[in-house]
């Protein structure tokens, strides 16, 4: 259901302008995974364990540099995105680093059919991906068509709480926002761009959805895929407010001082036999 008919058309144009930025930012450090860093968190890696020669799809990949690094531990990957620079970039990525990849725009909506009713071992999908999709159900039932009985879907993303937070100074933060979005979204002009702030906030809208745990559950069981875990971290992957510290595994979290915070999530489902 399109709740805004042009939320597509906003937030597609803001990915396209966010490209060529995020191609140069050390957020992503392009340079250095082209040298052999993988882009992936220790925690994804340990989690999936081995994925060689196994088929994965990665929903909204950007500019694949996720993707990559799962091709390069062994994945026959597929990586899928609406923004057309990210996937000529990301296929481009694929081709100077020599690894084999298949990159397809398309919106996620639309995915089974792009990808002509292709089914997977793996739908991977990570960090700031479903704050930009308006319906979980439908969302959920692209999951379930794309994977084969006993595929896994592995969903790493940030917590719905963090997005409800703002720091209004170097110690504390507020609540700023709500938990739950209405159905049209939450429509944001001027936000500061995460992985280059050096470039001025765009005065165009984009429009976004805090989709709070219990409706990803819900869409996923109500799908018909299993829930195998959902674990809550108290760490992110991006210095959100200065007050955090780095954690021993390479992500942020609140200082000890202070309250803990769930900051992002793993969620682990299948498709049954
Ligand atoms: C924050 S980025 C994902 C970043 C990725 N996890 C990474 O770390 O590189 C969000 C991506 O979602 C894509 N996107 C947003 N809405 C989409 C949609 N409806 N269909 C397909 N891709 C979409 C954008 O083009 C963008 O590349």
Redesign the pocket.
Known sequence: MDTCADW?EL??AM?DAKTPAHLRSPI?DVDGFKAGRL?LRSREIIDLGDVSGKDLVH?????G??TLSWARLGARVTG????EP?VQAATALARDIGVEARFVM????DAPAALNGSTYDIVYT????LC??PDMSRWAGVVRDLLRPKGQLYLFEFHPVIWMLESSSTTELEIRYSYFTPHEGHREAGAVDYADASTPASAESTVQWNHPIGEVVTALTNAGLRIDSLHELDREVLRRWEMMEPAEDGLFRMPSIKPSLPLMYVLRAHRPA
């Open positions: 597509r937030n597609r990915w992503y882009s929903l909204q990949c950007h500019i540099l996720d899928l995105d609406f923004s990210a398309s919106d996620v909506y990570g960090v700031g991906a930009w999709l």
